[in-house]
């Protein structure tokens, strides 16, 4: 079977080993790191986070960049207030990214993520050319550090994320293909997806959900081989193409309608995966 990595996300400083623990005691060899604490990416942090790594043989294969206030993720206020697409607070957040580069290369990380947001299906959008300069800005800053900035899937179609990559234009551009927010957010089937995005395809989110039944309303997050993601054919489709990249696992326990530990949620999902991937 692939080796198999965790996301996680950093909160605070204590929860730095709690996380990264977890990382080791489920037996995984890598890790995604996120954060949404721009307080947090600091050189003691990052100190901290290599020490522990060294110690428990953990490799942090990409940094993921959140962003503290506003962040609604529905179809009513998303458009407004995810990413670096509204321009209320762009500048804030194109800052926050940097600093989480600036952070990823204190950490040896050469990938960068995070969403950009409800990109404009419009090319004549007012808004397209501004999101498509703070991009460039990014990239240009990642290129700087040596790093591939990559966009995680969700709020926007793959023909559109597939235009940006190409505005953009400055070739260190990779995807972090989350598969269920594809389908959650009603843009895509992650399978086809990989037809027009997969050449970007730099990592990828082991998770699943189900379509939106609500239009206003992201689909819900459910256990793995619960929901709508195909994954014998994403897998497939990954291989295909010559993936080489993590099989990182993301469990987001507070969008999902039944209840779970952790630890439950985990055990569940690799047990799974063993049986689609062998």
């Known amino acids: 079977m692939k080796e198999l990595g965790l996301l996680i996300k ?3 400083r204590d929860s730095i080993e709690t996380m990264l623990n977890r990382v080791a005691e489920f037996g995984f060899s890598n890790c995604q790191v996120s954060t949404y604490v721009p307080e947090l990416l600091t050189r003691e942090t990052a100190e901290t986070i290599k020490a522990i790594c060294a110690r428990k043989k953990i490799e942090i294969t990409m940094m993921w960049v959140g962003w503290p206030g506003r962040c609604e993720w529905n179809f009513v206020g998303g458009p407004d207030t995810v990413g ?3 321009l209320k607070y762009r500048a804030e957040r194109v800052a926050i990214i940097k600093r989480g580069s600036d952070f990823a290369k204190m950490l040896g990380v050469g990938l960068v993520a995070s969403h950009a947001g409800f990109i404009p299906e419009n090319m004549s959008d007012p808004l397209y050319p501004g999101v498509v300069e703070a991009l460039r800005e990014l990239a ?3 290129a700087n550090n ?5 966009f995680e899937t969700g709020q926007e179609t793959p023909v559109t994320l597939l235009r940006t990559l190409e505005d953009v234009g400055t070739g260190n551009l990779g995807v972090n293909l ?3 927010n594809l389908i959650m957010y009603g843009k895509g089937n992650p399978v086809d997806a990989l037809k027009v995005i997969g050449r970007y395809v730099k990592g990828i989110h082991i998770k699943d959900g189900k379509y939106p039944t609500d ?3 992201l689909g819900v997050e459910v ?4 929901g709508d993601v195909d994954f014998p054919k994403f897998f497939a489709g990954l291989e295909a193409l010559g993936y080489k990249g993590a099989y990182t696992l993301e469990i987001e326990l507070d969008r999902r309608v039944k209840e779970e530990t952790p630890k439950e949620a985990i055990e569940a999902a690799t047990a799974y995966l063993r049986s689609v991937l062998g």
């Not at 256990?223 to 619960?226: E, I, R, V, Y």
């Open 10 to 12: 950093i909160t605070d």
């Open 84 to 86: 670096i697409v509204p």
């Open 140 to 142: 240009l800053h990642c």
């Open 146 to 150: 040596g790093q591939t900035l990559c």
């Open 178 to 180: 989350d598969p269920a």
């Open 215 to 217: 239009g206003k309303e």
């Open 223 to 226: 256990p793995l081989g619960q």
